[in-house]
C-alpha cells in the first residue's frame, strides 16, 4: 500500500512494508521519487527476531527502544498503551495516519499536508474508551531522518544575546534542543536543523522541524545504535498535566517542517512564504519606541516633545512603552493596574494621543498583560489568580509574578481591561511584553505549563477577532519567537539588545524561519545602552534597514548630522518596504562571516536590494569580489549604491548581467571597520 501526497516541488510518499508497518519512504524533490522504496532492516545478532527500525508512528513492545509516537497507560488500571500499526492513506494534499489500541480505547491520528512546500504534522489524540488515560508524552512530529543528516543545527543565546549559530556534529546519540521555561526563550527556541556535511547558505540539503508552540517544549534528533535516526518535535507535559477522560481530545500543536536542497537559504523561504500567507498584510510604519529615549520615565509633557521630535525624523508610530501606568516608576510594582498614572499623565493618555496623531503618526501602547506585580491593586484583589503552589512562598522574578491563564477568570478580565483600553483610546498596536518565565508552572499546585500557553492563545485570538490591532510579541526581547505566536500578532521584538553589531547576529537569526519585516529593528542610541559601544548612525541605520524600522532613542542626543542620516535611511526603507515585505532574503555570507552579506529580492525578480556590512577591519586591503543570489541570469541590471549622506546620495555603479553578477560578482567590500552599503538593483533588460 502506498500513499503520496505533493507539494509545489517536493513530494512525500508513505508505503506499508513486508514488516506491516508504515516506512517514510520518500520526501524530497519529486522528479527523484523513483528513488522510493521502503528499507529492509536487518535482522542483527542479539537483536529482536522480527527486525525493527524507525518507522511512522512507532511504538515500543517490539524490540524498538529509540523514541515513540505517544507514551501514556490507563489511570485506573496502568495498562500501558500499545498502538497498533498506523492504517493511512491521502487524500488532495493531505496523509492521514490512524493508529488504535482498541483494549483502552484510544486513537492517534496524525496528518501530514503540505502548504506550498512547507509540510505541516499535527497529531491528535482521543479518548474512545471507558476509563481516563495518563499521557506522559506525544509527539507532534516523528519521522525517520534521511541518511544524508550528519550535522545538527541550533541557534545559542540567553537575554540581549541572542543568535548564535551553533552547528555540531551528528553522528551519534541524542541531542535535544529543550525549552522548560514556559515560554521558546532566548536560546535558539523550538527550531531544530539537520544538514549533509558541508551545506550553508545556498548548497546543500537541509531539513528542518520548528514547532509552532510558545511554551515549554522539545525537538530532539536521535541516532539508534543501528544507524537509523529520528528526529521529534513535541511540545513538553509536564507530570500529571494531561489525563484524558472518556471522549476527550488532545491537539497538539503543528510542527512545520521545511526541506531544502539549496542551504538554508532555501528552507528560510519555505517559512517566509508560509508564515506570510497565514499573517495579515499589515503596513510597516516606522516606530518610535519610549524605551531606550526614556524608560520608566514618561510624562505627557515629555511624550508630547518627543513625539514632536519622532515626526519630524519621519516616524509614524509612537509607541508609549513601560512606565506609563499607575504607579509605575520601576519594575517593582505595578503590573495588572492598566490604567495611566495620574501624576505622569493628568489628563489620561489621550493629550498625548491627540499630539501623536496632530503630528500625524498613530499610537501604540505597551503592555505585559500575562503578569502582576505583588505591589499592585490586582494582586491585592485577587492574590488566588496568579501561578504556584498554594502553600509556598511565591517565586518572582523580576519582581512580579505569573497570572494563571488556566482561570477562564482570569482570562476574562484580561480580555476586558485590555478592550477597555482598546475602547477608551485609539491604539492602533500594542506591544505585548512577557518578562520572565513560568515558575512554577502550577495552577493551585497542579500542573499547568500548556494550559497557560492555550491560556494566552485564546485571549490573543477573541482580541484580535473584536479589534483591529497589530500586536508585538516582545518576552523581554526575542524570548517567544514561533510559529504559533506569530499566526496571532504581526512582529517580533528580537532582543532587547539595539547595539548594531549584535543586532546583526540576532536578527540573521530570527529571520532564519520569520520574514525579516516581522522583525522590530530599530535605531538605538550611542554608546549602547547594554554594550557601551559607539557605532555610527550609518551603520546603525543600515543595520536595521531590512525590518520594520524603529528608533529607540532620545532624539535630543542625535547631532544633525546623525539625523540627516537617519531621515535618508527611513526615506529608503519607506520607498522600498512595500516589495521588500514580500521579497526573497538571500543570505551571501555564513553567520559571523565578516562582512556580512544579504540580499532582498522582489517577488516578481525586478529589483533587489544589497546590503554589505563590514565590522572589522581585514587583514588585507583587496577583497575578493561579492558574488550575489537570486536573479535572472539573462537580464540586465542597473546598480546604484544608496548612499545615507553626501552628495550625491545615489551612485551609479553600472549596468551588468545577472549571470556575471552571480557567477564573477562585483569588489563591493569597503574593507574599512564599521562601514556599510547598501546597492540598489533594477532589472532594465
Ligand atoms: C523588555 C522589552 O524587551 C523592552 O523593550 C522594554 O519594553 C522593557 N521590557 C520594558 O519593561
Known amino acids: 500500500m502506498i500513499a503520496r501526497i505533493d507539494g509545489e516541488t517536493l513530494c512525500l510518499i508513505l508505503q506499508r512494508g513486508d514488516d506491516g508497518l508504515a516506512h517514510l519512504v520518500w520526501f524530497g524533490p519529486k522528479n527523484n521519487d523513483v528513488m522510493a522504496r521502503a528499507p529492509h532492516f536487518q535482522r542483527l545478532p542479539a537483536s529482536p527476531d522480527v527486525p525493527v527500525g524507525p518507522t511512522l508512528h512507532p511504538a515500543h513492545g517490539h524490540g524498538f527502544h529509540n523514541i515513540a509516537q505517544v507514551e501514556a497507560h490507563c489511570h485506573k488500571t496502568r495498562r500501558l498503551l500499545r498502538l497498533k500499526p498506523p492504517e493511512f492513506a491521502a487524500s488532495d494534499r493531505q496523509i492521514t495516519l490512524n493508529s488504535h489500541d482498541e483494549s483502552l480505547g484510544v486513537r492517534v491520528v496524525t496528518t501530514m499536508t503540505f502548504r506550498g512546500d512547507a509540510l505541516a504534522v499535527t497529531c491528535c489524540l482521543h479518548n474512545d474508551g471507558e476509563t481516563s488515560i495518563d499521557v506522559t508524552r506525544a509527539a507532534s512530529l516523528l519521522i525517520p531522518t534521511p541518511d544524508w543528516a550528519s550535522r545538527l543545527v541550533t541557534w545559542a543565546g540567553a537575554w540581549g544575546r541572542e543568535g548564535h549559530y551553533t552547528e555540531r556534529d551528528w553522528s551519534t546519540g541524542r541531542i535535544e534542543q529543550l525549552g522548560r521555561a514556559g515560554r521558546p526563550g532566548f536560546d535558539g527556541g523550538p527550531t531544530l536543523s539537520l544538514l549533509e556535511t558541508g551545506a550553508n547558505v545556498a548548497h546543500g540539503r537541509w531539513l528542518t522541524a520548528h514547532l509552532a508552540w510558545s511554551g515549554a517544549f522539545r525537538l530532539a534528533a536521535e541516532r539508534a545504535t543501528d544507524g537509523s535516526g529520528q528526529l521529534l518535535a513535541e511540545r513538553?507535559?509536564?507530570?500529571?498535566?494531561?489525563?484524558?477522560?472518556?471522549?476527550?481530545?488532545?491537539?497538539?500543536?503543528?510542527?512545520?517542517?521545511?526541506?531544502?536542497?539549496?542551504?538554508?537559504?532555501?528552507?528560510?523561504?519555505?517559512?517566509?512564504?508560509?508564515?506570510?500567507?497565514?499573517?495579515?498584510?499589515?503596513?510597516?510604519?516606522?516606530?518610535?519606541?519610549?524605551?531606550?529615549?526614556?524608560?520608566?520615565?514618561?510624562?505627557?509633557?515629555?511624550?508630547?516633545?518627543l513625539a514632536k521630535q519622532a515626526a519630524e525624523l519621519g516616524a509614524e508610530r509612537f509607541v508609549l512603552d513601560d512606565g506609563w501606568f499607575k504607579g509605575r516608576h520601576n519594575d517593582e510594582t505595578s503590573l495588572g493596574d492598566w490604567s495611566a498614572d495620574e501624576a505622569?499623565?493628568?489628563?489620561?493618555?489621550?493629550?498625548?494621543?491627540?499630539?501623536?496623531?496632530?503630528?500625524?503618526?498613530?499610537?501604540?501602547?505597551?503592555?505585559?498583560?500575562?503578569?502582576?506585580?505583588?505591589?499592585?491593586?490586582?494582586?491585592?484583589?485577587?492574590?488566588?489568580?496568579?501561578?504556584?503552589?498554594?502553600?509556598?512562598?511565591?517565586?518572582?522574578?523580576?519582581?512580579?509574578l505569573v497570572l494563571d491563564l488556566s482561570l477562564p477568570a482570569v482570562r476574562e478580565h484580561l480580555f476586558l481591561t485590555i478592550a477597555a483600553l482598546l475602547d477608551a483610546y485609539p491604539i492602533s498596536y500594542v506591544k505585548w511584553d512577557c518578562n520572565r518565565d513560568l515558575y512554577p508552572a502550577t495552577s493551585g499546585g497542579v500542573a499547568s505549563l500548556g494550559l497557560q500557553t492555550e491560556g494566552l492563545y485564546e485571549l490573543l485570538d477573541r482580541l484580535r477577532i473584536a479589534y483591529k490591532v497589530q500586536i508585538e510579541s516582545c518576552a523581554s526581547g526575542g524570548g517567544r519567537i514561533d510559529a504559533g505566536i506569530a499566526s496571532r500578532t504581526d512582529r517580533f521584538w528580537a532582543s532587547d539588545t539595539t547595539d548594531a553589531i549584535d543586532r546583526l547576529r540576532v536578527q540573521r537569526a530570527a529571520s532564519f524561519a520569520m520574514p525579516t519585516e516581522r522583525l522590530g529593528c530599530h535605531i538605538g542610541p550611542s554608546p549602547n545602552p547594554m554594550t557601551g559601544r559607539?557605532?555610527?548612525?550609518?551603520?546603525?541605520?543600515?543595520?536595521?534597514?531590512?525590518?520594520?524600522?524603529?528608533?529607540?532613542?532620545?532624539?535630543?542626543?542625535?547631532?544633525?548630522n546623525d539625523k540627516a542620516i537617519l531621515m535618508r535611511g527611513l526615506e529608503i526603507s519607506k520607498a522600498h518596504r512595500d516589495w521588500m515585505g514580500d521579497g526573497q532574503l538571500?543570505?551571501?555570507?555564513?553567520?559571523?562571516?565578516?562582512?556580512?552579506?544579504?540580499?532582498?529580492?522582489?517577488?516578481?525578480?525586478?529589483?533587489?536590494?544589497?546590503?554589505?556590512?563590514?565590522?572589522?577591519t581585514p587583514v588585507r586591503p583587496l577583497q575578493p569580489r561579492i558574488r550575489l543570489a537570486g536573479l535572472d541570469q539573462q537580464s540586465h541590471y542597473e546598480l546604484v549604491e544608496l548612499a545615507l549622506r553626501g552628495d550625491p546620495m545615489v551612485w551609479p555603479l553600472g549596468n551588468f548581467m545577472g549571470r556575471g553578477l552571480m557567477h564573477d560578482g562585483l569588489v563591493l567590500d569597503s574593507a574599512r571597520a564599521l562601514t556599510g552599503r547598501l546597492i540598489h538593483l533594477r532589472k532594465t533588460e
Open 236 to 305: 513538553l507535559l509536564a507530570p500529571g498535566e494531561i489525563r484524558l477522560e472518556p471522549g476527550a481530545s488532545l491537539v497538539l500543536p503543528e510542527t512545520v517542517v521545511a526541506l531544502s536542497y539549496e542551504g538554508s537559504n532555501g528552507v528560510s523561504r519555505v517559512y517566509h512564504d508560509i508564515i506570510r500567507s497565514e499573517g495579515l498584510r499589515v503596513k510597516r510604519l516606522v516606530h518610535f519606541n519610549t524605551w531606550e529615549a526614556r524608560y520608566f520615565d514618561v510624562t505627557e509633557e515629555k511624550c508630547i516633545s
Open 586 to 616: 538571500l543570505n551571501l555570507s555564513e553567520p559571523g562571516d565578516d562582512p556580512d552579506l544579504q540580499m532582498l529580492v522582489s517577488a516578481g525578480g525586478d529589483q533587489a536590494l544589497l546590503r554589505i556590512m563590514r565590522v572589522n
Open 534 to 560: 559607539e557605532i555610527s548612525m550609518e551603520f546603525r541605520v543600515l543595520a536595521a534597514l531590512f525590518g520594520h524600522m524603529g528608533i529607540e532613542a532620545n532624539p535630543a542626543h542625535f547631532n544633525d
Open 344 to 400: 505622569k499623565f493628568p489628563n489620561g493618555l489621550m493629550p498625548l494621543i491627540d499630539a501623536v496623531h496632530a503630528e500625524g503618526m498613530e499610537f501604540g501602547l505597551w503592555l505585559e498583560p500575562e503578569m502582576v506585580s505583588p505591589d499592585s491593586d490586582l494582586c491585592r484583589d485577587h492574590p488566588d489568580w496568579v501561578l504556584g503552589w498554594p502553600e509556598a512562598e511565591l517565586a518572582t522574578g523580576r519582581n512580579q
